[in-house]
């Protein structure tokens, strides 16, 4: 299995990797340049993943889908490894920042070398600060995750022991003064010992792509640049509404006239949202003030 592999000029490294303090002094690549207009999102966590986090990472990315973000990660086994393949499911870009070089015979971990062939294949790109040839040593990951944090716009954890790579990847994420993102877990769950503390410490606690994409900046629904829908114009003007999701004003849309609640719930579902999540949404616009239930309907306030 061969790929071509060429060395990035600078000019054509990611903007936000120039910026840090300890930048590398050469960059490989195999693949496409990646597009620098897009968000780069950092998707990292634990080898031991549990089924939760494999579930959370599908979702999320699935929900990215159509968005103008590129996912980044270590092509490490675990997390790593579900985050590239759900990207490259859900046409998102991927990127894979692996801890030897590029060339397949050095490439690390091996299970993951035809994971690489295709990320390039699905238009991605495969990025490494050492020579082709080189092969992964303990001190190899803690560097490359520099790489990751300091590219990205912002770095999501999923799990990870306070013990581990990925907790050196979200400091220096913190350190490169970038978003630092974190999905909050069971508390007796030594994989959720890491995103927890960052939470405790100020992270960004996401419960849903919606959280993702507004700490990207591009979740909040632009009531200028967005083609309504003619039942949709009325709210086009309506300020009040800018500090809702996509998916709050979607509900608020179907609230143009009182439905019961149930009914309000099959119409919100036919958008492939889950009945749980409807609830959680409903639950968040009558604490901003925006709906209420009388008389067994919702309407808006």
Same mark, same amino acid.
């Not at 490989?28 to 494999?54: E, H, M, W």
């Not at 990951?141 to 790579?165: D, W, Y």
């Not at 849903?208 to 640049?225: C, F, K, P, Q, W």
């Given at each position: 299995?061969?790929?071509?592999?060429?060395?990035?000029?600078?000019?054509?490294?990611?903007?936000?990797?120039?910026?840090?303090?300890?930048?590398?002094?050469?960059?490989?690549?195999?693949?496409?340049?990646?597009?620098?207009?897009?968000?780069?999102?950092?998707?990292?966590?634990?080898?031991?993943?549990?089924?939760?986090?494999?579930?959370?990472?599908?979702?999320?990315?699935?929900?990215?889908?159509?968005?103008?973000?590129?996912?980044?990660?270590?092509?490490?086994?675990?997390?790593?490894?579900?985050?590239?393949?759900?990207?490259?499911?859900?046409?998102?870009?991927?990127?894979?920042?692996?801890?030897?070089?590029?060339?397949?015979?050095?490439?690390?971990?091996?299970?993951?070398?035809?994971?690489?062939?295709?990320?390039?294949?699905?238009?991605?790109?495969?990025?490494?600060?050492?020579?082709?040839?080189?092969?992964?040593?303990?001190?190899?990951?803690?560097?490359?995750?520099? !790489?990751?944090?300091?590219?990205?716009?912002?770095? %999501?954890?999923?799990?990870? #022991?306070? =013990?581990? *790579?990925? +907790?050196?990847?979200?400091?220096?994420?913190?350190?490169?003064?970038?978003?630092?993102?974190?999905?909050?877990?069971?508390?007796?769950?030594?994989?959720?010992?890491?995103?927890?503390?960052?939470?405790?410490?100020?992270?960004?606690?996401?419960?849903?792509?919606?959280?993702?994409?507004?700490?990207?900046?591009?979740?909040?629904?632009?009531?200028?640049?967005?083609?309504?829908?003619?039942?949709?114009?009325?709210?086009?003007?309506?300020?009040?509404?800018?500090?809702?999701?996509?998916?709050?004003?979607?509900?608020?849309?179907?609230?143009?006239?009182?439905?019961?609640?149930?009914?309000?719930?099959?119409?919100?579902?036919?958008?492939?949202?889950?009945?749980?999540? !409807?609830?959680?949404?409903?639950?968040?616009?009558? %604490?901003?003030?925006?709906? #209420?239930? =009388?008389? *067994?309907? +919702?309407?808006?306030?």
């Amino acid at each position: 299995m061969q790929y071509a592999i060429k060395k990035l000029e600078k000019e054509a490294w990611p903007p936000l990797l120039k910026q840090i303090n300890d930048p590398p002094k050469q960059l490989y690549f195999a693949g496409r340049i990646p597009d620098y207009s897009q968000k780069f999102l950092c998707i990292v966590g634990s080898r031991k993943y549990t089924n939760y986090g494999r579930e959370v990472v599908n979702s999320i990315i699935s929900e990215l889908r159509g968005f103008p973000i590129t996912i980044v990660s270590g092509l490490a086994l675990g997390i790593d490894a579900i985050a590239h393949r759900s990207a490259i499911q859900n046409n998102l870009t991927a990127i894979a920042v692996p801890g030897s070089g590029l060339d397949p015979e050095a490439m690390h971990p091996k299970t993951n070398v035809q994971l690489a062939k295709e990320i390039i294949d699905s238009g991605g790109t495969l990025l490494s600060e050492y020579e082709p040839s080189f092969k992964a040593t303990l001190w190899s990951f803690p560097l490359r995750n520099r !790489i990751m944090a300091g590219m990205c716009h912002a770095t %999501l954890i999923v799990e990870a #022991e306070q =013990k581990s *790579g990925t +907790m050196i990847t979200a400091k220096l994420t913190t350190e490169y003064n970038r978003e630092l993102l974190a999905i909050p877990g069971n508390i007796t769950s030594p994989m959720s010992e890491g995103p927890n503390m960052f939470i405790r410490l100020g992270a960004t606690l996401i419960r849903s792509a919606d959280d993702v994409l507004e700490a990207l900046g591009i979740g909040r629904l632009n009531y200028e640049s967005i083609p309504l829908r003619s039942e949709e114009q009325s709210f086009a003007g309506l300020k009040k509404y800018q500090d809702c999701s996509e998916k709050e004003i979607l509900i608020l849309n179907l609230l143009k006239e009182p439905l019961e609640k149930d009914v309000l719930i099959r119409k919100v579902a036919k958008n492939n949202i889950s009945v749980a999540e !409807i609830q959680t949404l409903l639950t968040l616009l009558e %604490l901003k003030g925006h709906i #209420e239930e =009388k008389m *067994g309907e +919702m309407r808006l306030k």
